[in-house]
C-alpha cells in the first residue's frame, strides 16, 4: 500500500521589525548632507537663501548649474529613506502594542516630510535646467517653492514623526526618558519653524530642527527594541 505524502509547504521567513531603522536615518543623513557638501563644494558657496538679494539669487543659478542639479538629486534621493523610516517606526510601534494615535501621526508625519522634502528635491533640479534660467521671474517662484516644501513644508511634520514615535515611546518605556523628551523638544522646534514663513529670522529653527531631528532619529531607532521581553504586558497608549 502507497501512502502519498504532502507537498512541502513553502518555508516563509519572517523579518521582525522590518529594516532596521538606525540604517534609514543613516542614510537619509548621508543622502541630504551630500547633497549639501558637493553643491557648495562644486559651486564654492552655500545655496541661496530666499532672502538674499534678487541679484545674487540669480547670478547663483545662471552661473552654477551642476551643482542646483546635484543639489536636486541628492534632496530627492534622502526622502525615500525617509518616508520608509515613518512606515517602519509606525509598523514596529503597533508590533509593540501601541493602539493610540501616535503610530499613525508617526507615519504620517514620515510621508509628508518625504513627500515635501522630494517636491522640494525635484524642484530644485528644475532650477538647473538652461530654459528656466531664461525666465528671472519663474526662477525666483521656483526657489521660493523649493525653499517653502523642503524647508517648513518638510520640517514641520517631520516634527510630527519624531513626536509620533516619542510619546508613546515615553508612555511605554520603549525608549529612555531622556532620550523621549529630548524628541519632543526637537518636535516643539520643528513646529515653531512654521513661523518661517512670516519672520525670516525663523528660518534659522529649519536646520536647528532637522539636523537635530536625524540625529535624534538615528539614536531612537538603534534603541527601539523590535518585540516586547516575554513576559511584558503591552502598553495600552
Do not use: C
Request: cysteine-free.
Amino acid at each position: 500500500m502507497y501512502t502519498t505524502q504532502a507537498p512541502p509547504r513553502p518555508v516563509h521567513r519572517q523579518f521582525p521589525g522590518g529594516p532596521p531603522l538606525a540604517g534609514l536615518a543613516i542614510t537619509s543623513t548621508a543622502l541630504f548632507l551630500a547633497g549639501l557638501i558637493a553643491s557648495t563644494a562644486m559651486a564654492g558657496k552655500a545655496f541661496p537663501s530666499p532672502f538674499d538679494s534678487a541679484t545674487s539669487i540669480l547670478a547663483y543659478f545662471d552661473h552654477h548649474q551642476d551643482a542646483v542639479t546635484v543639489s536636486g538629486f541628492f534632496q530627492f534621493a534622502a526622502a525615500i529613506p525617509l518616508a520608509i523610516y515613518g512606515a517602519t517606526v509606525s509598523s514596529r510601534l503597533r508590533t509593540l502594542g501601541i493602539r493610540a494615535p501616535g503610530a499613525i501621526i508617526a507615519l504620517a508625519g514620515g510621508a509628508l516630510a518625504a513627500a515635501f522634502l522630494s517636491i522640494s528635491g525635484l524642484v530644485t533640479w528644475t532650477l538647473g535646467r538652461p530654459a528656466v534660467l531664461a525666465s528671472p521671474p519663474l526662477v525666483r517662484a521656483l526657489h521660493d517653492l523649493a525653499f517653502a516644501t523642503g524647508g517648513p513644508g518638510s520640517v514641520v511634520p517631520f516634527g510630527l514623526l519624531i513626536a509620533g514615535l516619542a510619546v508613546p515611546a515615553a508612555i511605554g518605556a520603549l525608549l529612555p526618558r531622556w532620550l523621549a523628551a529630548t524628541g519632543l523638544i526637537i518636535a516643539l522646534v520643528a513646529e515653531f519653524s512654521t513661523l518661517s514663513l512670516l519672520i525670516n529670522g525663523a528660518a534659522y529653527l529649519l536646520p536647528v530642527a532637522r539636523f537635530a531631528g536625524l540625529a535624534w532619529l538615528i539614536t531612537a531607532g538603534a534603541l527601539l527594541p523590535k518585540a516586547r521581553a516575554s513576559g511584558s504586558e503591552p502598553s495600552p497608549v
